[in-house]
């Protein structure tokens, strides 16, 4: 028996398929990574792993699900056309060498701050002027101010003139707390043949994956969505057999909030590049989605999405070309923008691999540091233009990805352009720096290794 097996299942589906694999009834399961975590599920022979998980932690988790009990077991890597898949794949060395990822939690951020006030103030109330941690006194006020007027905590004196803040909602915090995101407001799919409940989702997932006319997978049956309820939260499915899936289509606006750091990057004989950090803000909207034939994976038609913007606040790094540099390329300003938003794709791959962090928890963008709300880099911006690469978090609050980053802005430079000189391939490629574009013009791969150099970022020795 072939199942399948994710988060998004009601509890009761989880335990029913561990229960079938430890007993032996359920032969194999086809699972994400929310097998990972505190499943005891028995004596499994073999691990297949489509792709590259993202880290070296998430990878052997994955391994490790087979021979716990019994005798050997085999584990197979199937990477993908993913470039960090495809660098995995041309250095076998680094899966079985590399050291497993520290995991990197902000104790400032405040989303996380909030959620573990909550719980502490569950279990004893807090008194005026008591840290919390490494956290100022003067902080927890203020978050426990921001609590009070949520009515989520209640202050009271406690008879010696001081105040004292005490949980005050019949909710147990700490199942608001997720192991997996800093968010929790999920979402339910409810299956409106059945009219039950089927699975839930979180609250930035829902936005490309439950919008509607979206075609959504649960356990191995498709179902396409009639209504997205999105004030209350709930999405309404209904089972089709279409040959397609569909793929949300998101565009991302990035703001500089505040600059922290600033530093001019020139490593050798070129007009250099501009580099920052500090906090960002981020809007993500889904416009629009396509439909994909199975099998042929064909486009065979589109659709609108009309769901509010997502807006995360969060830390970030950028680098930004000047306009002398984008001038002295002597091509259209279009071809520039290919150029350097391969560079970008490049320097991600990079960075996720240096940062030893899933590509997905570190956001990356083409954009414009001189004017956040003009034309989109993609139409070519326009007059005083300034092609900025944005670096971030995608967590919001941010837990210091991108201040690495940009402490370590000379070494990324170098390293990217060392990545696209090595690639074997001749225009471009999603290992390096994405499609090269039609033959007979001149190359992605090519323009992005003359814009580095006119940049003055050498290739290391």
């Given at each position: 028996?072939l199942v399948g097996?994710?988060?998004?299942y009601?509890?009761?589906t989880?335990?029913?398929?561990?229960?079938g694999?430890r007993?032996?009834?359920?032969?194999?399961?086809v699972a994400?990574?929310?097998?990972?975590l505190?499943?005891?599920?028995?004596?499994l022979?073999?691990v297949?792993c489509?792709?590259?998980?993202?880290?070296?932690?998430?990878?052997?988790?994955?391994?490790?699900?087979?021979?716990?009990r019994?005798g050997?077991?085999?584990?197979?890597l199937?990477?993908?056309?993913r470039?960090?898949?495809?660098?995995?794949?041309?250095?076998?060395r680094f899966?079985?060498?590399?050291?497993v990822?520290?995991a990197r939690?902000d104790?400032?951020?405040?989303?996380i701050?909030?959620?573990h006030?909550?719980?502490a103030?569950?279990?004893?109330?807090?008194?005026?002027?008591?840290p919390?941690?490494?956290?100022p006194?003067d902080?927890?006020a203020d978050?426990?101010?921001?609590?009070?007027?949520h009515r989520v905590?209640?202050?009271?004196?406690?008879?010696?003139?001081?105040?004292?803040w005490?949980?005050?909602t019949?909710?147990?915090?700490?199942?608001h707390v997720?192991?997996?995101s800093?968010?929790?407001?999920?979402?339910v799919?409810?299956?409106l043949d059945?009219?039950?409940?089927?699975a839930e989702?979180d609250?930035?997932?829902?936005?490309?994956?439950?919008h509607?006319q979206?075609?959504y997978q649960?356990?191995?049956?498709?179902y396409?969505?009639e209504r997205?309820?999105?004030?209350?939260?709930?999405?309404?499915?209904r089972k089709?057999?279409p040959?397609?899936?569909?793929d949300?289509?998101?565009?991302t606006r990035?703001?500089?909030?505040?600059?922290?750091?600033?530093?001019w990057?020139r490593?050798g004989a070129g007009?250099g590049?501009?580099?920052?950090a500090g906090?960002?803000?981020?809007?993500?909207k889904?416009?629009?989605?396509?439909?994909?034939?199975?099998?042929?994976?064909?486009?065979?038609g589109y659709?609108?999405?009309?769901?509010?913007?997502?807006?995360?606040?969060?830390?970030?790094?950028w680098?930004?070309?000047p306009?002398?540099?984008v001038r002295?390329?002597g091509?259209?300003?279009a071809?520039?923008l290919?150029?350097?938003?391969?560079?970008?794709?490049?320097?991600?791959l990079?960075a996720s691999?240096?940062?030893?962090c899933?590509?997905?928890?570190l956001?990356h963008?083409l954009?414009?540091?001189?004017?956040p709300d003009?034309p989109?880099a993609?139409?070519?911006?326009?007059?005083g233009?300034?092609?900025t690469?944005?670096?971030f978090?995608?967590v919001?609050?941010?837990?210091g990805l991108a201040s690495r980053l940009?402490a370590?802005?000379?070494?990324?430079l170098?390293?990217t352009?060392?990545?696209v000189e090595?690639c074997?391939?001749?225009s471009?490629?999603p290992?390096c720096?994405?499609?090269?574009g039609?033959e007979?013009e001149?190359?992605v791969?090519a323009r992005a290794?003359?814009?580095l150099a006119s940049l003055?970022v050498?290739?290391?020795q």
């Amino acid at each position: 028996l072939l199942v399948g097996y994710r988060g998004g299942y009601l509890p009761g589906t989880r335990r029913r398929i561990e229960e079938g694999l430890r007993d032996g009834k359920i032969r194999c399961v086809v699972a994400t990574n929310a097998l990972e975590l505190g499943i005891d599920i028995g004596s499994l022979d073999a691990v297949v792993c489509a792709g590259y998980p993202g880290d070296v932690a998430g990878l052997w988790q994955r391994f490790g699900r087979a021979g716990r009990r019994a005798g050997a077991s085999a584990s197979l890597l199937v990477t993908s056309s993913r470039p960090l898949d495809q660098y995995v794949a041309t250095d076998p060395r680094f899966v079985v060498g590399a050291p497993v990822e520290h995991a990197r939690v902000d104790p400032d951020n405040v989303e996380i701050l909030i959620s573990h006030l909550k719980c502490a103030a569950f279990e004893l109330p807090f008194e005026e002027g008591e840290p919390f941690g490494d956290v100022p006194a003067d902080a927890v006020a203020d978050a426990l101010g921001f609590l009070e007027d949520h009515r989520v905590v209640h202050s009271a004196p406690d008879g010696r003139g001081a105040r004292v803040w005490h949980w005050a909602t019949d909710a147990y915090p700490a199942n608001h707390v997720s192991l997996r995101s800093v968010g929790w407001d999920n979402f339910v799919v409810i299956d409106l043949d059945g009219d039950r409940t089927i699975a839930e989702m979180d609250w930035r997932s829902t936005h490309t994956m439950l919008h509607e006319q979206a075609i959504y997978q649960h356990e191995g049956e498709q179902y396409q969505v009639e209504r997205l309820d999105f004030d209350n939260h709930k999405a309404y499915v209904r089972k089709v057999e279409p040959d397609y899936y569909t793929d949300a289509q998101t565009h991302t606006r990035v703001a500089v909030v505040s600059e922290d750091d600033a530093a001019w990057v020139r490593l050798g004989a070129g007009h250099g590049v501009a580099a920052g950090a500090g906090d960002l803000s981020v809007v993500e909207k889904v416009v629009g989605y396509k439909k994909i034939k199975f099998h042929t994976h064909e486009n065979v038609g589109y659709g609108d999405v009309r769901l509010p913007e997502m807006q995360m606040h969060t830390t970030g790094c950028w680098l930004t070309v000047p306009e002398d540099a984008v001038r002295a390329q002597g091509i259209g300003r279009a071809e520039v923008l290919d150029a350097i938003r391969g560079i970008g794709s490049a320097m991600h791959l990079v960075a996720s691999v240096g940062l030893m962090c899933d590509p997905r928890d570190l956001g990356h963008v083409l954009g414009d540091r001189s004017d956040p709300d003009g034309p989109p880099a993609s139409e070519g911006g326009g007059p005083g233009f300034d092609p900025t690469l944005f670096f971030f978090d995608h967590v919001p609050g941010g837990v210091g990805l991108a201040s690495r980053l940009f402490a370590e802005r000379e070494a990324l430079l170098l390293r990217t352009r060392a990545l696209v000189e090595a690639c074997p391939c001749k225009s471009g490629c999603p290992a390096c720096v994405g499609p090269g574009g039609p033959e007979g013009e001149a190359s992605v791969k090519a323009r992005a290794l003359a814009l580095l150099a006119s940049l003055g970022v050498g290739a290391l020795q």
